[in-house]
């Protein structure tokens, strides 16, 4: 029996994250995968192999549509997804060794296998080729992430009902994708191939896309992918599917009328959300508590209803993204050390990886109402950026919010080029507790696109210079 300070179960972006934070507070730490490779589902199967098809994908529609405007002339631009999939396989395969590369650097002592927690302070691991061990443990972090939601009526086959995972890897171009839910996964996935020919079908049971985001952006998102040849129809409900060897025919109820219909595709993506993974954990063995939708329900320092068991990332309430777990990781390694470990969820920034791309943190317009929150708006066109002009992408705006009473900024919103890199500036700004006259006077190089800030900031106040 091996002895620990602190035992990590899943090794995704909470799990990996928060070992190498607790073995830089130097604690003996271990960590437990079932899986072959480190990283979870964001480097194998979610956030990193999809954006290196995003890439690839948006090259392919450079090469085909833009390059003419910049003087650059291709007399054939052909496509060949097996090296696309190939290119992304690699890209996924270093980031993972570099993680086993992190694990040995910081001494974390890592176990190929199912981990469950016997009771606190003990967790069996099922070894790769039918072994047992046994680890203790000061402390028990849960950090097994999410898994997709799987229809009764569209069980994932992988190969015409697919999950985000069988859609990382199709080996050609559908004619027709339909994809079933329209959130971000389905609206990224769904970008991919529609820039590589397919066309791309979206059914959202909802009454607008991405129906959390702030209103103004989503509509302007939803006008964009129209204009690439996306299509949308919204208040659907997906009740049952057929599948034969041409490929997949969907009924739905037009929640509008009450009217039946059909549609078909030759593979359907079924991105209709993500649960919790706990399945074989022990958990529900230990008692330990969750929600109606499967969460683990934890204290203010991550700890379960059982004394030494923890829990972090998509296996807790709050939005299931990489960098959420990161943090969560983060604080509870620096509290098991006797820290001030926290999460500020308000600064959380959200992202849309397509074309173009959307950007949020903090409160929508929405939600600022919902709050009675006497708020101000400024709006800043990527029309009038000088950097987005040079560069053929004008489409969006960025959009700052202010709570009136202090010009405090409680919301940030952009669509256009590079938002998920230029959000970063809002989410500082917020965690500093920052207004947009700090934003507004603060230094903004030229050209560049972050200047768009600025500008939204001074709009705040009716004071843009540029537009």
């Known amino acids: 029996m091996s002895q620990f300070d602190v035992v990590v179960i899943g090794a995704g972006p909470g799990g990996y994250v928060g070992a190498i934070r607790c073995a830089q507070l130097g604690m003996k730490t271990a960590i437990i995968e079932k899986d072959k490779t480190l990283g ?7 956030c990193i192999p999809s954006k290196a098809l995003l890439e690839s994908s948006e090259h392919y529609e450079t090469a085909l549509h833009d390059f003419k405007s910049h003087g650059i002339l291709v007399d054939k631009v052909g496509l060949d997804v097996a090296t696309m999939i190939a290119r992304k396989d690699k890209v996924v395969k270093d980031l993972t060794q570099g993680i086993a590369f992190l694990m040995k650097k910081n001494k974390i002592e890592t176990y190929k296998g199912l981990g469950k927690i016997l009771a606190p302070g003990k ?13 203790e443990a000061k402390a028990i972090i849960c950090a097994t992430g999410s898994a997709p939601v799987e229809l009764p009526f569209l069980k994932f086959d992988e190969k015409k009902i697919v999950s985000s995972t069988g859609a990382l890897s199709l080996p050609s171009v ?3 994708l339909v994809v079933v839910g329209g959130g971000v996964i389905g609206l990224e996935l769904g970008s991919v191939w529609r820039r590589l020919g397919a066309n791309v079908t979206v059914v959202e049971y909802a009454d607008r896309i991405c129906p959390t985001m702030d209103v103004q952006i989503i509509t302007t998102l ?9 299509k949308f129809i919204t208040k659907a409900k997906v009740i049952g599917s057929k599948v034969s060897n041409s490929g997949v025919e969907l009924e739905y109820e037009d929640m509008k009328d009450g009217s039946k219909k059909t549609l078909k595709g ?38 379960t209803s059982v004394p030494g068991i923890y829990a972090v990332g998509d296996l807790i309430p709050g939005p299931m993204l990489a960098h959420k777990a990161e943090e969560e990781g983060v604080a509870l390694a620096e509290i098991l050390a006797g820290q001030a470990g926290h999460v500020n969820y308000h600064t959380c920034p959200g992202i849309i990886y397509t074309h173009p791309e959307v950007a949020s943190v903090g409160y929508t317009e929405e939600q600022a109402k919902e709050k009675n929150i006497p708020y101000a708006v400024g709006t800043f066109p990527f029309a009038a950026n000088g950097r987005a002009k040079a560069g053929g992408f ?3 705006m960025a959009k700052i919010i202010t709570d009136t009473r202090s010009d405090k900024i409680i919301g940030g919103h952009i669509i256009g080029p590079k938002a998920s890199e230029i959000i970063g500036e809002v989410v500082i700004a917020m965690e500093f507790g920052g207004s947009s006259e700090d934003l507004a006077r603060s230094f903004h190089g030229h050209p560049t696109l972050s200047e768009v800030l600025r500008e939204a900031a001074l709009a705040v106040d009716k004071r843009a210079r540029q537009s």
Do not use: I
């Not at 979870?40 to 979610?46: D, I």
């Not at 691991?125 to 680890?135: D, P, R």
């Not at 939803?222 to 996306?230: A, C």
């Open 40 to 46: 979870g589902t964001c480097l194998n199967v979610g």
């Open 123 to 135: 967790v069996q691991v099922a070894l790769e080729g039918g072994e047992t061990t046994v680890l």
């Open 174 to 176: 559908p004619k027709d």
């Open 222 to 230: 939803k006008r964009s992918l129209e204009k690439q040849g996306m």
């Open 266 to 303: 030759d593979v359907v993506l079924v991105s209709t959300g993500r649960k919790p993974f706990s399945e074989g954990l022990g958990l529900d063995e230990l008692g330990v508590k969750k929600d109606q939708r499967g969460f683990v329900q934890v204290d203010a320092h991550f700890q």
């Open 394 to 396: 004008t489409e969006g």
